[in-house]
């Protein structure tokens, strides 16, 4: 079946520029994660979907950063006034409902966001 | 705070001898800790995990072991293949939905 797909796989910018990136989870993942990874960082938290329940957006670095989701499907990430310190991999992961079990975390390939 | 860390930014192993991950962790809420795999311009995937009531998982040639006192976790790789050669993350979670993940250790297996 399909997996999780993102796009735009690549994207340039320039500072002060909005950009919108999309993630499409595996169909029937309640569930949905946007991660940042810095160049020789770990994977960061940003915001947590699940259902229709009131994201956890406790891991967006600041208000320029938002994110939506419809429904329990497509989800997409906006930065506004871009920094060159956005400059990442933006990775979104999807999984069924976390129920105090342990889910395994589906990944994107990311979008490589670049902010000249 | 880096509450999960991989000291070592890269590791080269010969194919057919063993590789060892480290990774360290300070939260000792933590109770639920996973390995992924990540290739070039991929996403991670799903590698293998241990609960914290556990001291080792096996998964044909991959195990990890937990020593919860020290707080490290290490993931074993016998026999290494260059199909292994890989960036490896750990991660761990305290009865959260909210996966830490640590910085990663690029793994070459040289044939």
């Known amino acids: 079946g399909a997996g999780v797909s993102q796009s735009p796989s690549n994207k340039v910018t320039e500072k002060g520029k909005d950009v919108e990136l999309r993630c499409d989870p595996i169909?029937?993942?309640?569930?949905l994660y946007w991660y940042r990874q810095r160049l020789g960082q770990g994977l960061e938290f940003l915001i947590y979907?699940?259902?229709?329940?009131?994201p956890d957006k406790s891991g967006l670095p600041s208000d320029r950063f938002s994110a939506e989701r419809t429904g329990e499907s497509v989800s997409t990430l906006t930065i506004q006034r871009t920094q060159q310190e956005d400059s990442a991999v933006y990775l979104c992961?999807?999984?069924?409902?976390w129920g105090g079990g342990y889910n395994e975390q589906f990944f994107g390939p990311g979008t490589r966001l670049t902010v000249l | 705070d880096q509450q999960v860390k991989q000291n070592s930014p890269s590791l080269s192993v010969q194919e057919g001898r063993i590789s060892i991950l480290n990774c360290d962790y300070t939260?000792?809420?933590?109770?639920?800790f996973l390995w992924y795999k990540k290739y070039p311009a991929e996403g991670p995937t799903f590698l293998i995990s241990?609960?914290?009531?556990?001291d080792k998982n096996e998964d044909g040639r991959f195990t990890v072991f937990l020593n919860k006192s020290a707080k490290h976790l290490s993931l074993h790789i016998v026999p290494s293949q260059p199909g292994d050669s890989a960036v490896y993350f750990c991660?761990?979670?305290?009865?959260?939905?909210?996966?830490?993940f640590g910085t990663g250790t690029r793994l070459k297996v040289l044939a």
């Open positions: 992961a999807s999984s069924l409902a």
């Open positions: 169909s029937g993942h309640t569930a």
């Open positions: 979907f699940q259902g229709n329940s009131a």
């Open positions: 939260n000792s809420m933590f109770d639920y």
């Open positions: 241990i609960s914290s009531i556990k």
């Open positions: 991660a761990a979670t305290a009865r959260t939905y909210k996966y830490i």
